[in-house]
């Protein structure tokens, strides 16, 4: 089994950033000892130095392979720069046993919006072109708009070929960040999972800081949304290779699911006509 912890949009520096939660992590952690700690971007606030080096200060405490992203926050006032010196490349191809993960920088300094852009294209077909067991594409801003955050803004510029070019490329699963709100979506064969923040109170609705698990074993992959002292929950499970989905959660705002799914297991998810128990409880 391969087991990839996703942190996503830790904002240390930021007043909403809670050092309480980050240590708490940095334990669940080294209690999970997954095989790799995947970060997808806005390690920062503002881009400052000081803020670099205090995430350099947490981050050096995770003791499994790191790979990390920078996010919209991170290429403020430069701080692509200090990115650079402290983390090393912003775009890369690691190989985590089968599965392939490529990250990507899809921000741009001081702009919100995120662009991967058409110069990548090819880097991202050929880092594609093998293979591995799964395939997955790690950048910070969404691709696909997440619900339960309001009015849609700063998506990937030119998501729709990017998502086509994904899908073309025999991708299984799109991490992002950026929302502070976690959530998964199929689209065709490909997942698209959003992570919530870790360690910020800058949050949407009800959400909490939370984290994300994914999971590769014996051909099936799960994603768990795991809370800083909290339970885990299974939010995905899937099978990339016969596409049957197990089970996919629904944003809590919505009580009954606008699609159905494959029922050869119980999802737990009630059909649209079903009766609906206790959902938002
Ligand atoms: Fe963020
Ligand atoms: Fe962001």
């Known amino acids: 089994m391969v087991t990839i912890a996703q942190l996503s949009d830790p904002h240390v520096g930021s007043p909403h950033f809670v050092p309480n939660l980050m240590n708490r992590i940095l334990v669940e952690l080294d209690e999970l000892n997954p095989d790799a700690v995947l970060c997808t971007g806005d390690l920062t606030n503002e881009g400052f130095a000081g803020e670099y080096k205090a995430a350099v200060g947490y981050f050096s405490q995770i003791r499994q392979p790191f790979h990390v992203i920078p996010g919209n926050h991170d290429s403020r006032n430069v701080g692509y720069v200090h990115f650079e010196e402290l983390f090393g490349e912003r775009y890369w191809v690691r190989d985590i046993g089968p599965v392939r993960v490529l990250g990507a920088d899809s921000s741009e300094p001081d702009q919100n919006e995120g662009r991967i852009g058409r110069e990548r294209y090819d880097w991202i077909r050929e880092g594609f072109d093998c293979d591995a067991a799964l395939k997955v594409f790690a950048v910070h801003h969404h ?48 997942y698209i999972a959003n992570a919530g923040t870790c360690t910020s109170l800058k949050l949407r609705g009800h959400t909490k800081p939370c984290y994300s698990i994914i999971e590769y074993d014996q051909g099936q992959v799960r ?22 989905q197990y089970h996919r959660d629904f944003e809590p705002l919505f009580s009954a699911p606008v699609s159905p799914h494959p029922r050869e297991h119980d999802t737990g998810i009630p059909e649209p006509g079903e009766p609906v128990a206790d959902v938002h409880t």
């Open 143 to 190: 691709l696909i708009p997440i619900p339960g955050t309001g009015r849609e803004r700063s998506t990937i510029q030119d998501a729709g070929d990017l998502l086509e070019l994904l899908l073309a490329a025999g991708v299984d699963l799109v991490l992002t960040g950026h929302k502070h709100v976690p959530h998964v979506w199929r689209l065709e064969h490909m």
């Open 223 to 244: 994603i768990h949304r795991k809370y800083p002292f909290g339970p885990s929950t299974l939010i995905a499970h899937w099978n990339p290779r016969t596409g049957e």
